[in-house]
């Protein structure tokens, strides 16, 4: 085998000096370049998310900044939704009372009633309300349809329905109902 003369030992070790500074550029200055492009790029993505959410969010408030009867409709309509009463007791208690109502017209009976401790809808609190009836195949029915038109804020929360042939009544219900108390607002 031939010596290595010393130019192609200078051109060697030329080469392995460039590739080596190549490699320490590389690891040094450039892949850390790349990894704060990647960042930057990052954040610029999430802050054109966050600006386009911001607009569209201008868009809607300034459209209610334009159309204050609009709110002051839906407030109202809102309103008429609520039922009386200036704390969740009241409220319980207008809430009985429409059922007691509805009673005396349609084939129910009242067995008991209780109030329960009140529960959350989104931040609201919702009384809990809890009536024990007797009734006919056609009460539940008119009494879920009663529900349904009452115009009002309140909702099923649960319902139990137990059938028995032997008695007047042939259904025993336990319904209740959480209706939407907001405090403040005068009605």
């Known amino acids: ?33 790349l990894d704060r492009g990647d960042e930057l790029k990052a954040e610029i993505d999430k802050d054109s998310q966050q600006r386009d959410r911001m607009t569209q969010r201008l868009e809607k408030l300034s459209a209610t900044k334009d159309s204050p009867a609009k709110i002051e409709e839906k407030v109202g309509r809102l309103m008429t939704r609520l039922i ?22 349609h084939a129910l009976a009242l067995a008991a009633y209780k109030g329960l401790s009140p529960s959350k809808w989104r931040n609201y609190p919702l009384s809990l309300v809890e009536f024990q009836l007797s009734a006919t195949t056609q009460g539940l029915s008119d009494l879920l349809e009663g529900l349904e038109n009452m115009g009002q804020a309140v909702r099923i929360e649960r319902l139990e329905v137990n059938y028995s042939r032997n008695r007047e009544y042939d259904l025993s219900i336990t319904l209740q109902l959480g209706v939407l108390f907001v405090e403040g607002i005068k009605r």
């Open 84 to 105: 009386k009463g200036e704390t969740l007791d009241e409220v319980s208690i207008h809430t009985q009372l429409w059922l007691q109502e509805f009673m005396q017209t």
């Open 1 to 33: 085998m031939k010596p290595i003369n010393k130019r192609v030992r200078e051109w060697f070790l030329g080469c392995a000096l460039i590739v080596a500074a190549v490699l320490v550029w590389w690891i040094h200055v450039y892949s850390p370049l």
